[in-house]
């Protein structure tokens, strides 16, 4: 069953702690994407990557960091120098980059407490 | 960086009427996809339209793309309730590898 898979549904953090996002898909597209939703906006995006070992910083890119060791797996860390870090992250994959469909994941709902 | 506008923000039907929502954008395109959201969950993919294409249908949806306007805009015809989401254009252009979203259309319709 194809498909782009995140886990946790749900993540509780306290301040100050990093925490790791997993993205796994099995869909064996070169392009992935992180991005992140407050309530009622938006989507923004925080980095992606075109290739294995490569990746380029998005538009929101303080206080994340990310790793493309292997094709499938594109984890992103919410590192304690992120000032708001509770929100909706979604990460995306597509096998032509921007000229072709990307798929979702259902999404990480983060909240530090 | 290249980022599509929705408008309107919000939208109110009742069941069986049309739904139109307009995306605009400010630079040359290669291509513009729209996508749909429902509440809490992943952005699904509806339809991509190229630069040099003016209109495509999938079922029910109806896009259009006009280049010279730079906008294109999502119709859905005879709404249903399960239609009710969020909906996104991305515009992409040039040689930028980025996709990028708006701030999309809330689609509210009304049993």
Known sequence: ?113 | SQQGEEDPQALSIQEGENATMNCSYKTSINNLQWYRQNSGRGLVHLILIRSNEREKHSGRLRVTLDTSKKSSSLLITASRAADTASYFCAPSGGATNKLIFGTGTLLAVQP
């Open chain 1, 1 to 113: 069953d194809g498909g782009i898979t995140q886990s946790p549904k749900y993540l509780f953090r306290k301040e100050g702690q990093n925490v790791t996002l997993s993205c796994e898909q099995n869909l064996n597209h070169d392009a992935m994407y992180w991005y992140r939703q407050d309530p009622g906006q938006g989507l923004r995006l925080i980095y992606y990557s075109q290739i294995v070992n490569d990746f380029q910083k998005g538009d929101i890119a303080e206080g994340y960091s990310v790793s493309r060791e292997k094709k499938e797996s594109f984890p992103l860390t919410v590192t304690s120098a992120q000032k708001n870090p509770t929100a909706f992250y979604l990460c995306a994959s597509s096998s032509g980059g921007v000229r072709t469909e990307a798929f979702f994941g259902q999404g990480t709902r983060l909240t530090v407490v």
